[in-house]
C-alpha cells in the first residue's frame, strides 16, 4: 500500500505493451497502470482490449489506449500512424514492451510449413524491428530514461529440436536486441534490453505443453515486479542484456 506522499515506481510514465490482451502482456499492463504508468495497449482482440479499458478505468486507474494493429500483416505505413499517434497524444514515450509472438508449430525442420514459418517471423521478429526502429524518435523525446524490453525465451538462448521458427525468431530477437543496444550506448536515453519470462501459465505455455498440469507453473502476475524494475528509473544503466526472471 502507497500512501499519498509516495511516488509510484512507474508515475507519468507512457508504455506501449504488444500483445495486450492476455497473458505475460495482460498482466503487465495491469501491473504498469498499477504503478502509475498510462499503457496504450497493442493486440488484434479488440473485445478483449475493450474490456481491460472498462476495468481499469473503473478501478481508477490511469485510463489506458486501445490499439488494434495486426502484427502479421499489417504495413510500414501503419507503424508511422501508430508513431505519429503516440506524438500528438503524449509527445513521448518511456516505455516499449515487445511481448507478442507466435508459437507456431513445435515439429522437425524438415516438416516446417514455410507459411507458418514467415508468420512466425513477421510477429516475432520483423514487427519487433519494425516498432524498435520507427518509435525510437519518439522514445528519444522522454524526458526521463526509456526503456525498450524485448521478449526472448530459453529456446532463443539455446535452441532445442522441433522448436522451429519459434525458436529461431527468439535467437533473432536478441541479434535486434545486441545491435539496437550497443547503437544506443552513450549516446541515447533509451536502453534496450531481452527478457526471458520462463515457464508462465499463458494459452502459449498451454499449447507448448498439453500435458502439464497449469497449476504447477508459475502465473503472469509473478512476472510483474520484475517488469516493472526494467521498465522505471531503477534499472537505468542496464543496456544491452539478455535477462531472466
Ligand atoms: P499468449 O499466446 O498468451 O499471448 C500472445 C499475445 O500476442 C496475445 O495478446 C496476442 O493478442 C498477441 N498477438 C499474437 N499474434 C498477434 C498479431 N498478429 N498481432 C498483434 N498481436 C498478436 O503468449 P504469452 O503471454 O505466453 O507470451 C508472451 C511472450 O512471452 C511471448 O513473446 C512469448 O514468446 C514469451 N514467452 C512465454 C513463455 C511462457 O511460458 N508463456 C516462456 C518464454 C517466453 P491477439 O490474439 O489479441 O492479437
Redesign the pocket.
Known sequence: MTDSHSVLPLDQRVILV?????????AMVYGFAEAGATVIM????EE?LNHIHDDLVAKKLPQPVIVQ?????APEEAYFQLRDMINEEFGRLDGLLL?????GQRTPLSNYNWQTWNRVMN??VN?TFLLARTLLPVMEQSPADASILM????VGRKSKAYWGA?AVS?FATEGLMQTMAEELENTSNVRVNSI??????????A??YPAEDPAT?KS?EDLVARYIYLMSAESKGINGQALDI
Do not use: C, Q, W
Open positions: 504488444t500483445g495486450a490482451s492476455k497473458g505475460i502482456g495482460r497493442l493486440a488484434r482482440n478483449a494493429f495486426d502484427l502479421e500483416h511481448n507478442a509472438s507466435l508459437l510477429i516475432n514487427s521478449t526472448s525465451s530459453s519459434y527468439k526471458n519470462p520462463g515457464g508462465t501459465r499463458t494459452d502459449m505455455r499449447e507448448a507453473v503472469p
